[in-house]
């Protein structure tokens, strides 16, 4: 029984799902110290204008040592609303758009106090839409050392070489204009792919 140890991940990165996928338990690291620019409140998904991410506002202090648990959702913005209206500008025209947009659409009307919650909905149903179902579970105390730990080797700006991650094409919406664009978040694969993307996973 093998299990990988994760970050939290809002609609995370395909390498971040298929580990969910493909490890019998996975460990979810909630003791962390916060840190901006990382996949645990942001995603990246392709649009006609290129990459784009988008980032769910936090509060918190200047305190480095900011437990992940502990950060709390800002209203700042009107995030939801720019969020669900970029999906719908990036994927309306994808095959499976219509198909999910109702299982989807409620996170981003919805309010969570605390981000790791808010995730983790987002990761059971996400989960739910590929249709599998991962062994999860929360750290009690950070944890130092791990023989398959994930944590920085999946990172939206400083990932770490990954030798069982070879990602290979599917057809995206803007792949003539942009080329194909890897290991975006869960979300455009699940666009694109419908009931197809556990296979790719």
């Known amino acids: 029984m093998m299990t990988a140890l994760l970050q939290t991940t809002y609609f995370g990165p395909i390498q971040w799902y298929q580990k969910l996928y493909r490890f019998d338990n996975c460990m979810i690291e909630q003791y962390d110290s916060?840190?901006?620019?990382?996949?645990?409140?942001?995603?990246?998904?392709?649009?006609?204008?290129?990459?784009?991410?988008?980032?769910?506002?936090?509060?918190?202090?200047?305190?480095?040592?900011?437990?992940?648990?502990?950060?709390r959702i800002s209203d700042h913005n009107q995030w939801r609303r720019i969020h669900w209206n970029a999906l719908q500008s990036a994927y309306s025209e994808s095959p499976f758009f219509d198909y999910y947009a109702d299982d989807l659409h409620p996170f981003f009307e919805q309010k969570y106090d605390y981000l790791v919650d808010f995730n983790e909905v987002i990761r059971q149903k996400v989960c739910e839409l590929i249709d599998f179902h991962p062994q999860v579970e929360y750290t009690k105390?950070?944890?130092?050392?791990?023989?398959?730990d994930y944590r920085e080797v999946i990172h939206a700006k400083h990932p770490l070489p990954d030798p069982d991650f070879q990602p290979k094409t599917y057809w995206q919406v803007f792949q003539q204009k942009h080329g194909f664009q890897q290991n975006l978040s869960i979300l455009d694969l699940l666009f694109c792919m419908g009931p197809e993307s556990i296979y790719y996973l």
């Open 34 to 71: 916060y840190q901006k620019q990382t996949y645990r409140n942001r995603c990246v998904i392709a649009t006609a204008n290129g990459l784009q991410a988008l980032t769910v506002p936090v509060e918190h202090t200047d305190d480095t040592k900011m437990l992940t648990k502990d950060l």
């Open 141 to 148: 105390d950070y944890v130092i050392e791990h023989p398959h």
